[in-house]
């Protein structure tokens, strides 16, 4: 058995200790996420924090993960609402969504140790690749979230998912209005 925490849950693998983290997130324990990419740690959709570090799970065995903690984007914020998470959507750099997470996990990770990062920094520390190309809009996002972690701005975001349309149409002005009934299929 492999044992670690995980989205501060302990969790025990009981596979072979050089299985990448990145299948026992996604095939043990479900969590999803955490993206294959390449599987050769060049792309940045596996990323994941360990012990707070942003690292490409797909190089780093169960068993060098063993005792450490590992959070992904589950674990990120139950609510969606980590500033990265929120500053993401805010700036429109979220396209197909497939290198989201691993994004996310970066730029967490870059703000807990630099809230107030330089472009260049930004592009330093976020090397995961987007094919769909919204970098420009990733550094305004890490710029924006940085600004929310400094206590300089905040978000007003959307509702958190699963929410009444009814309830969403009050909390957020630019749903205003009547929210239609679900047609009944009469086929």
């Known amino acids: 058995m492999t044992a670690m925490t995980v989205n501060e849950r302990p969790v025990d693998f009981d596979m072979d200790p050089d299985t990448p983290l990145l299948h026992a997130l996604r095939d043990a324990a479900n969590l999803t996420g955490t993206k294959y990419g390449c599987g050769v740690g060049d792309c940045g959709a596996c990323m994941v924090l360990v012990d707070g570090e942003a690292l490409r799970s797909c190089l780093v065995t169960i068993g060098e993960a063993e005792g450490r903690f590992i959070t992904t984007i589950e674990g990120l914020s139950r609510d969606r609402s980590h500033p990265v998470q929120q500053a993401l959507v805010a700036e429109q750099a979220i396209q197909c969504g497939f ?60 509702p958190a998912p699963g929410i009444d349309p009814a309830d969403a149409a009050r909390a957020v002005p630019g749903m205003r209005g009547e929210v239609p009934a679900p047609e009944e299929n009469t086929d």
């Not at 967490?108 to 919204?134: F, H, K, M, W, Y």
């Open 99 to 158: 290198c989201t997470p691993g994004i996310a996990i970066a730029a967490a990770s870059l703000l807990r140790s630099n809230p107030d990062p330089t472009e260049a920094q930004i592009r330093e520390a976020i090397p995961n690749l987007c094919r769909c190309g919204v970098y420009p809009r990733l550094v305004r996002a890490v710029q924006r979230a940085g600004r929310v972690v400094r206590r300089r701005e905040t978000i007003s975001a959307a």
